[in-house]
């Protein structure tokens, strides 16, 4: 692992490289319009997804800047300030898709796994917070009979569609919205071997 000094070095070398594609007409920033952004933003999607490093939204599908408003967040969780971001995004902009984007492996389903097998009264407050979000969506899987690794993939989508319904149900402005205005909230998961998105909870028919 590198130390932070590096990491921080790294980082604004790769702005400096940024901003002078900028300068060159912006082709190759992401989406090339980073300039005209500066006075208002329409992103066509909220993006809902975890804070793995393997899952950034906007390169997973192909996105460019001014595109989504991410909430990114471990496990994917719904917490009050995650529905009021998704609030803030729907009301202001008028982005009519929510997307909870979870993904195979996902460290907070190991976690809450894990805390579940073996409680640890040392975890930190703050981490249990996330680990009681997810643990409803892993507790109830403990007595099948699946392997580790089936236990884990269907936790992972029990997660994902636990925060979608969180969503849909858990916000009078949201639940309005879906009524009345045709906000959309499905649930999807990224396979970290594929790169594939599968879109398998909520979505209407066509
Ligand atoms: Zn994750």
């Keep these: 692992m590198i ?3 590096e990491a921080l070095d790294r980082l604004q070398a790769g702005n400096a490289r940024f901003t002078a594609t900028l300068g060159n007409g912006g082709t190759r920033s992401p989406g090339g319009r980073a300039p005209e952004l500066t006075m208002n933003q329409e992103p066509h999607a909220i993006i ?4 793995d490093a393997r899952v950034p939204a906007e390169i997973v599908f192909d996105q460019g800047m001014g595109d989504l408003f991410v909430i990114r967040v471990a496990g994917n969780i719904v917490a009050p300030s995650q529905v009021g971001s998704v609030e803030f995004a729907a009301a202001r902009f008028g982005t009519r898709l929510v997307v909870v984007l979870g993904h195979t ?3 907070a389903i190991l976690a809450t796994l894990e805390e579940l097998q073996r409680p640890d009264e040392r975890q930190s407050r703050n981490l249990r917070s996330i680990v009681d979000r997810v643990r409803p969506s892993v ?3 403990l007595d099948t009979h699946l392997d580790r690794s089936a236990l884990i993939a269907h936790a992972v989508r029990n997660n994902i569609r636990a925060s979608a319904n969180h969503l849909r149900h858990g916000s009078a402005v949201l639940e309005q919205l879906i009524q009345d205005d045709g906000l959309l909230v499905v649930g999807a998961e990224y396979s970290l071997e594929t790169g594939v998105v599968d879109f398998f909870d ?3 028919a066509t």
């Design 3 to 5: 130390s932070a000094r």
């Design 48 to 51: 809902l997804g975890c804070s």
């Design 105 to 107: 492996e996902c460290g």
């Design 139 to 141: 507790e109830g899987l």
């Design 202 to 204: 909520g979505v209407p």
